[in-house]
């Protein structure tokens, strides 16, 4: 067997910073004047994080995960606060201010539902933040559209331009780890909706934590387990007939996509909690269009060799096509036993009906070689004819995916420690143009592989500092080629990535 390999190994360690994965929750507490109250105790509920207030009534709760949270403030002789749905950012401090009554009765809480500023105060540049709730309602998959909303952003075949810029200087995080192939500096990752706590968008203005771009960055936060148990699915089908015909209707490109999520705490332990999704789509077109395409009938020709005129001095070994002698299989046999261009006119003089006649050499994928020259199945003769519009799906041209993501989080007090990953495995056919009339069982396959893994770990010195640890490894797997010599001639470029 010969392979074509190419590999790219890129290691790299300490010299490069991670995308943010926390924000930070900060504001004061006074009481019904005003005045401010030291030593109030403020805590974010189902987690460990918290802090008091100062003498001037502020505090700050550093290394908040993303996602929204209830926030509950107490003070001794006023009525306990609760506030739900504050929402903490990646990179960003959140604002809440705790206004607090006097109460006679102990025990007394007021609770209020917090309204989404409309402008991030803490923001120092053009930053745009979709949370979970706007994915879960858009009726849209995959980073890149959401993203292509966004104001000061172009959307062409599947890439993002922001503000003028090439499509490879936008930079793609999930989770702080950065998900550019190296080689092309497209996008590797897929990151299901159902996954996504939020997908963060500076189209400029960025601080030097990042790097090797000039365009934009998207850091997608995935979700993390809850205090209680969750389980959610999804199944989505396309409406309409499966493949194609002549009819111009409504065509469902046999796309299906579901997917499955889990969180919660762990049996064993309410301080650590785990967060797992798995997504599998199919379709018939990966590119799928309302203008219709050109196709052709085809029919594959039954051929055999057999003896004329045996026992005279004219006989020979003659080349039959649907039961018709056609000729002398020598006439139409060139060295190498492959047919001339000849046969085309002796077929479609001999067989009416067919437009167009091909000829293939079979492939045995069990040698990965041609089958033997003297092998009467060694070749294979196909007929072409009526030519017409079709809609709907186009064919060979479909793709697979699947995609698993999952997280550990501890939550051990001072020591918090987060573990996860990305997986996805795609494989497909590419359209081609000129294949697609008579060639298109052998439009060019490809097979990827992404796999991130990492780790952080945070330590809180104090309420007001903490030491945070980041690893990372990430691994990119890309193969491509003819579909019919794919076991004997395949191009694979493979990218590692290691950042501590």
Known sequence: MIRKI????????????????????????????????????????????????????????????????TVRCDYIGYSALKVSNIAVSSGLTSLQNFGLEKSAIEGQVVEVRAEKPIINKNSTNTTRIIDTETIENLPLRGVES??????GTVSDDGNIYVRGSRAGDVAYYVDGVYMNNAYTLDNTSTVSNS????????????????GNINGGIVNTSTKVGGSSLDLSGEF????????????????????????VSLGGPLPISNKISYFINFEGRSTEDSNPTKHPFYAMDQTEITWALD????????????????????????????????????????????????????????WNTGTSEYLN???TTDYRITGYSNDHYEYGSKPNSGSDRTTLTGNLSFD??????????????????????????????????????????????????????????NASSFNYQNEYGDNTWWNKYIITVMLQQILI
């Open 6 to 69: 190419l590999t790219i190994s890129l290691i790299t360690l300490p010299f490069f910073l991670f995308g943010q994965t926390s924000g930070k929750l900060s504001g004061k507490v006074t009481d019904a004047d005003g005045n401010p109250l030291a030593g109030a105790n403020v805590i974010i509920e189902g987690t460990s994080h918290g802090a008091a207030s100062n003498q001037d009534g502020a505090f700050v709760i550093l290394d908040v995960p993303v996602g929204t949270y």
């Open 307 to 362: 003896s004329v005129g045996v026992g005279t001095a004219d006989a020979y070994n003659g080349l039959y096509l649907n039961g018709n002698l056609v000729g002398n299989w020598a006439d139409l046999e060139t060295s190498g036993a492959s047919f001339s261009t000849s046969l085309g006119t002796v077929a479609t003089d001999s067989i009416s009906g067919y437009d167009v006649i091909n000829v293939s050499n079979f």
């Open 412 to 469: 051990l007090g001072s020591i918090r420690l987060k573990v996860g990953g990305l997986f996805n495995q795609a494989s497909g056919r590419s359209y081609n143009q000129s294949y697609s009339l008579l060639n298109n069982e052998n439009n060019p396959r490809w097979e990827n592989n992404t796999l991130s893994m990492y780790a952080n770990m945070a330590y809180a010195i104090s309420d007001k500092s903490y030491i945070k640890i």
């Open 373 to 375: 020259a003297s092998d």
């Open 236 to 259: 989505v089908s396309g409406l309409g007939t499966a493949g194609s015909g002549t009819d111009d209707g409504l065509y469902s490109n046999g796309y299906s996509l579901y997917n």
């Open 146 to 151: 959401i993203v292509a909303l966004q104001t």
């Open 195 to 210: 996954a996504m706590q939020e997908v963060q968008f500076q189209s400029g203005g960025f601080s030097a934590e990042y």
